[in-house]
């Protein structure tokens, strides 16, 4: 079993910063992926940002420039800079984890989500 516990969400002004946290725990053996997802009421979920273990991350196409994407490998822990924020940012935040188990079965994995609101 691999569990994601978000952390990090709140209400932020226009042009503000957040950073989101999101740990994996379980009996994990590797992580191939992390990733942070969002939803908007009324909008599809869609990708924010995703990082493999390599590093290297994907970014949509609202957030560029303006998030990073980071893994901490050793502690099993992604996070998601967020700065200069706009009320479209406003959404509850997902994180998900593509990840191994020790006993070698892969999970797909997902929180329970963070809200972020972006208000003045």
């Known amino acids: 079993q691999v569990q994601l516990v978000e952390s990090g969400g709140g209400l932020v002004q226009p042009g503000g910063s957040l950073r989101l946290s999101c740990v994996a725990s379980?009996?994990?053996?590797?992580?191939?992926?992390m990733g942070w997802y969002r939803q908007a009421p009324g909008k599809e979920r869609e990708l924010v940002a995703n990082?493999?273990?390599?590093?290297?991350?994907n970014y949509g196409d609202s957030v560029k420039g303006r998030f990073t994407i980071s893994r901490d490998n050793a502690k099993n822990t992604a996070y998601l800079q967020m700065s200069n924020l706009k009320p479209d940012d406003t959404a509850v935040y997902y994180c998900?984890?593509?990840?191994?188990?020790?006993?070698?079965?892969?999970?797909?994995?997902w929180g329970q989500g963070t809200q972020v609101t972006v208000s003045s």
């Open positions: 998900n984890a593509v990840a191994q188990s020790t006993r070698g079965k892969q999970y797909d994995t």
């Open positions: 379980g009996s994990i053996f590797s992580i191939n992926a």
């Open positions: 990082i493999i273990s390599s590093g290297r991350a």
